[in-house]
């Protein structure tokens, strides 16, 4: 008897069913946040069929102009996700502000934070690009919040997940109990498990970073990246292999496939950025897949989830992957 491909509706059922982890509320919320990715990887794949490319006119809280689908995929996931009663409140990296449920809607016990469209300067060469996105609970006893509650440490996620738009359109998903990977097979429109309990081997020969900005990494990036350039005639006695897509949903995907190190380090190029990636809607809600498939992030000197953000936006080093790569990337910082 062939075994019946299960869908992310009956997966999340069970995880609420049969382990009592996730409560209904939660597994609403995690359908809505899918079929928006669906929406939003249909807006994508339309191109230059649609008027959707290109820049939008206007920059976010980065100060980065917005291509128009930053601003289709983030308007997409307020509209879908703000009526539900599932929810108190989201976040965005398109919006400066926290946006709170409308009073003319239920609000919910859980807070959402997303980056709509992750990687978008590749969008107009055609290049993968996902939606990242991070499920917190809000605290005890708050009825309206505000950005401070949004401020919780990565190891109070509930589920996060990621949708990449590449090749085939994938939702990788962990609500806490392994990670598991969808593929949209697009004719029912349906999400189907094509991989559960993804795990990242230990070890890897393969990296991701940015090799442009070398000059300004830290001694303990460059010590690491220069005994990889060194390979088999270096301290590690093996030749390594380079990637950088520069879509972090894309580089995190293959690491989360086949194994990798992926690093975007803090520079010092700006003492006010300690690096480029988001903390609360980028390099948490990948730490907690990347944890939880076995691998491992860090900022160089703590555990990425256990950083205790102080505000919304603020930026973090990322050093995510294979554990023992990670560790020992870990381990030149603390020497
Ligand atoms: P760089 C995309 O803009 C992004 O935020 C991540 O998706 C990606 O990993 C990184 O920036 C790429 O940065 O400096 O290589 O363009």
């Known amino acids: 008897m062939p075994v019946r491909p299960v869908s992310l509706t009956q997966y999340l059922v069970e995880k609420q069913r049969e382990k009592g982890l996730i409560p209904a509320e939660l597994r609403m919320l995690l359908e809505v946040i899918a079929r928006t990715c669906k929406r939003i990887g249909i807006a994508v794949s339309k191109g230059a069929l649609a008027d959707c490319l290109g820049e939008a006119g206007s920059s976010n809280v980065q100060g980065e102009s917005q ?28 919006m400066d502000h926290p946006y709170p449920i409308p009073n003319r809607y239920p609000k919910g016990e859980f807070l959402l934070l997303y980056d709509p469209l992750d990687g978008s300067s590749n969008i107009d060469v055609n290049v993968s690009v996902g939606t990242i996105f991070s499920v917190l609970r809000l605290p005890e006893g708050v009825k309206d919040p505000d950005e401070t509650h949004f401020l919780q440490p990565g190891i109070r996620q509930v589920a996060a997940g990621y949708a990449v738009f590449g090749p085939s359109t994938l939702l990788v998903l962990t609500v806490g109990d392994g990670v598991a990977c969808f593929t949209l097979d697009r004719e029912p429109g349906a999400w189907m498990l094509t991989a559960d309990r993804m795990r990242i081997p230990q070890s890897t020969r393969e990296f991701a970073i940015n090799a442009s900005n070398a000059r300004h990494w830290e001694a303990p990036v460059k010590r690491y990246i220069d005994e990889l350039l060194a390979g088999k005639d270096g301290p590690r006695g093996v030749d390594f292999n380079m990637r950088w897509v520069a879509s972090m949903v894309a580089d995190v995907h293959r690491i989360m496939t086949r194994g990798g190190i992926f690093l975007y380090p803090r520079d010092n190029r700006d003492p006010s950025k300690p690096g480029k990636l988001r903390l609360l809607y980028e390099a948490n809600p990948m730490s907690f897949l990347v944890e939880q498939a076995g691998g491992a992030a860090t900022n160089g000197l703590q555990r990425i989830m256990e950083i205790v953000p102080s505000s919304l936006h603020q930026r973090v080093a990322v050093i995510l992957g294979s554990k023992e790569e990670v560790e020992r990337v870990a381990g030149y910082h603390s020497q």
């Open 67 to 94: 291509k128009k689908l930053d601003v289709i995929a983030n308007e997409a996931l307020l509209e879908a996700n703000e009526w539900g009663g599932n929810l108190a409140a989201m976040a965005s990296e398109e």
